[in-house]
C-alpha cells in the first residue's frame, strides 16, 4: 500500500513538473510575439530632431533643414512637424505673419518633400521666437507644443512693427552711344512730321480755317523719374495706416511714438522728417488719431532709413532709441576684399537653394 500510494505521488508530481515547464517554455515566445506585434511605447512618440531661436539667414537656416530632410528620408514613413513660437517681444504685424512658410516652403520646394509628410503649425509665445522641428513615426500623433508663456499687449509699451524708406536712386542715368542708325531715324522722322504737318494745312484749306489754328493737342508727358518718385512716396507712406492706428486706439490713453533712424551723411535728413510728418497727418486726418498723441523722434544712425512704430500705454515712458554703431573706416583694399567674401557666400547661398 505504501509503495502504491508513493508511485500516486511521484506521478502526480512528475506531472506537475511537465505542466509547469511546458507554461514557462510558452510565456517568454508569446512575449517575444507581443513585441513584434506592437513596438515598445517610447518608439511610437515624436522627438525633437533640432531647435533654433531667433531669425537665422538663409544660408543657417537651410543647412539645419537640410538635414532635417535627409533624416526624414532615411525613415521613409515617418512625419515631420515644424512648430513656430512667437517671441515675447514680437510686434503683432510679425506675430500676424505665418513666419514657418520660408522652411516650410524649403523643405517643399529645394528639399522636394512630400507635402503630406511636413506640416507646420505655431505653438504660442515663448521668450524668444523658437523654431523646433520633429520627427514622429508613422501612425504616431503630432507632438503639442510645450513650455509656452502667456503674452498680452495691454499695458505695456510694445513695438508695432518696422518699416523701410526708399528713395529712387539720385545717380546720373548711363547715355550709351547710338551708331549712325540714330540719324537715320530722326530723318524720316523729320518726314513724318512735316507730311502731318502738311495733311494739316490740307484739311484747314478744306474746312477754310487757318492751318495756324489747327494744333494737335499737346499731352504733358510725364518722365519715368516722375513716375517711381512718385510711387516711392506711395511706398514710404504704407505705415501710416489703419491697423496702427486702431492698435493706439484700442489701449485708452496710449499714444503713438514714431523712431526713425538714417545715416546723415547718406541720406537727407530734410526730407525723411518731412515723409514722417506727412505721415502723422495722415494718422491724424484719415484715421482719426489725435495730434498731441503722437510722439516723433529721431533715433540716429541707421545703414538704410528705417521706422519703428511703437504704442506707449498712458503715462508710460517713451521708449528709448537703438541706433545701429557706425561700421569704422575700411581701407579701400579691405572693402574689396569684403565684398568679394560677401558676393561669394550670396551666391553659394543662391546656387545651394536651387537657383542658376
Not at 1 to 12: E, F, K, V
Not at 120 to 126: D, L, N, P
Not at 274 to 281: D, H, L, S, Y
Request: proline content about 6%.
Amino acid at each position: 500500500m505504501l509503495n502504491r500510494a508513493l508511485t500516486g505521488i511521484s506521478l502526480r508530481l512528475l506531472i506537475l513538473c511537465v505542466l509547469t515547464l511546458a507554461c514557462v517554455s510558452q510565456c517568454p515566445a508569446q512575449q517575444a510575439s507581443s513585441s513584434r506585434e506592437q513596438p515598445a511605447r517610447e518608439d511610437w512618440t515624436a522627438r525633437l530632431f533640432d531647435e533654433y531661436r531667433g531669425p537665422l539667414g538663409e544660408c543657417d537656416e537651410g543647412a539645419r533643414l537640410d538635414n532635417f530632410a535627409i533624416e526624414l528620408q532615411n525613415r521613409p514613413t515617418a512625419k515631420g512637424y515644424i512648430i513656430f513660437y512667437d517671441g515675447k517681444w514680437d510686434s503683432p504685424a510679425q506675430i500676424a505673419m505665418p513666419r514657418y512658410e520660408r522652411a516650410l516652403g524649403y523643405l517643399l520646394n529645394t528639399r522636394s518633400m512630400d507635402g503630406a509628410r511636413v506640416m507646420a503649425f505655431k505653438g504660442g509665445f515663448r521668450e524668444t521666437q523658437t523654431t523646433e522641428l520633429w520627427i514622429a513615426p508613422g501612425g504616431a500623433p503630432a507632438p503639442e507644443p510645450i513650455n509656452t508663456i502667456t503674452v498680452s499687449l495691454t499695458g505695456r509699451t510694445y513695438k508695432f512693427g518696422v518699416d523701410y524708406f526708399y528713395f529712387p536712386s539720385d545717380e546720373p542715368e548711363i547715355v550709351y552711344e547710338v551708331e549712325d542708325t540714330e540719324t537715320e531715324i530722326e530723318e524720316d522722322a523729320t518726314v513724318e512730321e512735316s507730311s502731318a504737318s502738311a495733311s494739316v494745312e490740307e484739311q484747314a484749306d478744306i474746312s477754310g480755317i487757318s492751318g495756324d489754328a489747327i494744333q494737335p493737342e499737346e499731352t504733358e508727358e510725364v518722365t519715368e523719374e516722375e513716375i517711381e518718385e512718385e510711387e516711392s512716396e506711395d511706398d514710404n507712406l504704407s505705415w501710416a495706416s489703419e491697423s496702427y492706428s486702431k492698435a493706439v486706439k484700442d489701449e485708452p490713453g496710449a499714444r503713438a511714438c514714431i523712431i526713425y533712424y538714417a545715416d546723415d551723411r547718406g541720406t537727407d535728413l530734410d526730407k525723411l522728417k518731412e515723409i514722417v510728418e506727412t505721415g502723422k497727418n495722415l494718422l491724424v486726418e484719415k484715421f482719426g488719431l489725435k495730434a498731441n498723441s503722437i510722439e516723433t523722434i529721431y533715433g540716429g544712425y541707421s545703414s538704410s532709413p528705417t521706422l519703428e512704430l511703437w504704442v506707449v500705454p498712458r503715462d508710460a515712458s517713451l521708449p528709448t532709441p537703438s541706433p545701429q554703431e557706425r561700421p569704422a573706416k575700411v581701407s579701400e583694399e579691405q572693402a574689396g576684399i569684403n565684398s568679394e567674401n560677401a558676393f561669394k557666400k550670396a551666391l553659394w547661398c543662391h546656387v545651394k537653394n536651387g537657383g542658376i
